[in-house]
């Protein structure tokens, strides 16, 4: 994922983020907002050895289609 993908989609990531690697605070996440060098930084501190496999899974998140923000509400007839 490049710095581009990365600031573009955040709103989006840091929700899949912190579902998939908790350690992730949401002060840490204030403190990314979208910049991929303190995402790559943050990602070192919190896992570590574990750093590569969050990156790749970023990669791997950024490949998925983007989802719409609201899907249409199916209306209930009587």
Do not use: C, H, S
């Not at 908790?22 to 910049?35: C, P």
């Amino acid at each position: 994922m490049n710095r581009d993908q990365l600031k573009g989609r955040w709103t989006q990531f840091k929700g899949e983020l912190k579902k998939k690697w908790g350690k992730f605070t949401d002060d840490d996440l204030q403190q990314i907002e979208g910049d991929y060098d303190k995402f790559a930084g943050k990602t070192q501190e919190r896992y570590g050895d574990k750093k590569e496999e969050v990156l790749k899974w970023a990669d791997q998140w950024k490949e998925q289609p983007q989802q719409t923000k609201e899907e249409p509400v199916a209306r209930r007839t009587r």
